[in-house]
């Protein structure tokens, strides 16, 4: 069977001679047929018949296998080649359109061009039919092998056939209807020049994108997620990360998996969604698949503290002194819309009459504007416990980064009681950053503490938080953030973010 390699040498080595006998015929022609205009083509197939070895020679350095030093491959000179080609599309784009408009100000002047003969007119027609022969041969090649380079070699060989087009407009009208047509000849070569330089900035755009990192098409992105999805182990995938490394894709990602499989079982799974992305997207397809352990299953034991805090502020320390685990909220559940995810762990702990919560929030940029209670606080830096202590109906509360509270109660997002003013009241806060508002800006790392009474669950009679049985999530968001987040501590299975699941909540139970 052929290898890449061979397909694009055998097709760019066919492209090289054609070029160089068209460059011969080409002078040939225009010095005998007495036409400057292809004297100036044969030029131009001069620069196709440079940029065929700079596909040879960066193709043949591109296909070579990683090694210590190129750990990930040599494809990226097959993009420096891309670029290359582009570029010298430009110049000829550029020549091509000054030559032209050149002429056309000494037509309008008064000057004529000279007249060219038959052997110029059949030169130029051949190099036609020729080089888009050669373009339509080389980019089907090109497709079929995923190589940018020898795309961009093909887009070069149609500028060969489109600015030979001009010239042949211009030489065939002087030779039919006389030498005052022969201006055809250069208002053609603009109007080409533009739609070489069009080709040429798409080529030079996609392979500056490929050099500079950028992530895969979204619907390609989404079409990974779909593979990955299919994997019914598969929680959550979260930190995305896509490019493309010359002819082939590259992928990194994160994957939740049952906390409780065993390592062989969960390298089954990942050697399995290995292969599958393969299949659909290609055999040299880098993949890099990070997993971790998603602890839905898992029961929440809630420490009762003998000692209770004086305020809010003391609950950090107290935390760290009593040796209270932090979780973190390690699910991305819709990483197609909303990939990013901030770094965010909470405990949880009670004294009989309180619970204490405390937020650790690490994130690129934070935002608080709402300073009243029960405002949109979920459209600022947010962090969110949603506690249904019953059967019944469950308990939101929500508090933006420098303490605003919003607490509701109901069985779902619609028809939510909010919370009295003075039972908001009750609820003592302590935050690190500044209570003041502000836009977004960078803040770094921040947190809050919360002391919740149980009088705070106001539609409960619940004197007290000792043996009680509960469910629960824990999220963070952002929604009018330059960059919305939404993350959670047990996974949603939801088409489109929505906190408001409790058949999502994991179970919690705090110690007598």
């Given at each position: 069977m052929e290898t890449r390699e061979k397909k694009i040498y055998r097709v760019t080595i066919g492209g090289t001679i054609a070029n160089t006998l068209l460059l011969i015929l080409k002078f040939l022609a225009g010095i005998f047929g007495h036409s400057a205009a292809m004297i100036a083509d044969a030029v131009h197939s001069l620069s196709d018949f440079l940029t065929d070895l700079v596909v040879l020679i960066f193709v043949k350095i591109s296909n070579k296998p990683a090694d210590r030093d190129y750990a990930y491959g040599h494809g990226k000179y097959e993009t420096v080649a891309s670029s290359v080609i582009g570029m010298a599309l430009i110049v000829v784009a550029v020549s091509l359109a000054l030559d032209g408009v050149e002429k056309i100000i000494f037509v309008l002047k008064g000057g004529t061009l000279d007249s060219p003969g038959w052997i110029a007119f059949a030169a130029a027609v051949l190099s036609i039919v020729v080089k888009e022969i050669v373009y339509r041969v080389t980019k089907k090649v090109a497709v079929e092998v995923h190589s940018g380079a020898l795309e961009a070699n093909a887009w070069h060989h149609r500028s060969d056939a489109l600015s030979s087009v001009g010239t042949a407009i211009g030489i065939g009208a002087a030779v039919f209807f006389g030498s005052k047509w022969t201006v055809l000849d250069p208002v053609a070569a603009v109007v080409v020049s533009v739609m070489i330089l069009v080709a040429a900035a798409k080529i030079i755009g996609k392979s500056f994108g490929e050099l500079l990192e950028k992530s895969l098409p979204k619907e390609t992105v989404d079409k990974i997620i779909a593979i990955v999805s299919r994997d019914s182990m598969v929680e959550d995938i979260h930190n995305i990360y896509t490019r493309n490394i010359g002819n082939k894709m590259a992928i990194e990602m994160h994957l939740r998996l049952p906390g409780d499989i065993s390592l062989s079982e969960a390298h089954r799974h990942a050697s399995a969604i290995e292969r599958d992305l393969r299949a659909e997207l290609g055999d040299n397809t880098h993949i890099m698949l990070h997993l971790e352990p998603c602890k839905r299953s898992q029961k929440l034991i809630i420490k009762k503290l003998v000692s209770a805090p004086t305020d809010a502020s003391a609950i950090p320390a107290l935390f760290a002194g009593g040796g209270i685990e932090y979780h973190t909220l390690d699910c991305v559940n819709w990483p197609a819309e909303y990939p990013d995810k901030p770094l965010v762990q909470f405990a949880l702990a009670h004294t009989g009459t309180e619970l204490l919560v405390h937020y650790k929030v690490?994130?690129?940029?934070?935002?608080?504007?709402?300073?009243?209670?029960?405002?949109?606080?979920?459209?600022?830096?947010?962090?969110?416990?949603?506690?249904?202590?019953?059967?019944?109906?469950?308990?939101?509360?929500?508090?933006?980064?420098?303490?605003?509270?919003?607490?509701?109660?109901?069985?779902?997002?619609?028809?939510?009681?909010?919370?009295?003013?003075?039972?908001?009241?009750?609820?003592?806060?302590?935050?690190?950053?500044?209570?003041?508002?502000?836009?977004?800006?960078?803040?770094?790392?921040?947190?809050?503490?919360?002391?919740?009474?149980?009088?705070?669950?106001?539609?409960?009679?619940?004197?007290?938080?000792?043996?009680?049985?509960?469910?629960?999530?824990?999220?963070?968001?952002?929604?009018?953030?330059?960059?919305?987040?939404?993350?959670?501590?047990?996974?949603?299975?939801?088409?489109?973010?929505?906190?408001?699941?409790?058949?999502?909540?994991?179970?919690?139970e705090f110690e007598k």
């Open positions: 690490e994130e690129a940029l934070s935002r608080a504007l709402a300073t009243e209670d029960l405002g949109k606080v979920w459209e600022d830096s947010c962090v969110e416990l949603f506690l249904r202590p019953s059967g019944k109906g469950y308990y939101n509360f929500e508090c933006n980064c420098i303490g605003t509270l919003l607490e509701a109660y109901g069985e779902g997002r619609h028809g939510r009681i909010p919370a009295p003013l003075d039972t908001l009241a009750s609820v003592d806060r302590f935050c690190t950053l500044e209570r003041k508002p502000f836009e977004d800006r960078a803040t770094g790392a921040w947190e809050l503490a919360l002391r919740i009474p149980a009088t705070a669950l106001f539609k409960d009679a619940i004197a007290s938080f000792d043996g009680l049985k509960a469910t629960a999530n824990v999220y963070k968001c952002g929604d009018r953030l330059p960059r919305p987040h939404y993350v959670s501590w047990a996974p949603i299975q939801t088409p489109s973010p929505d906190y408001h699941r409790p058949e999502f909540f994991a179970d919690l």
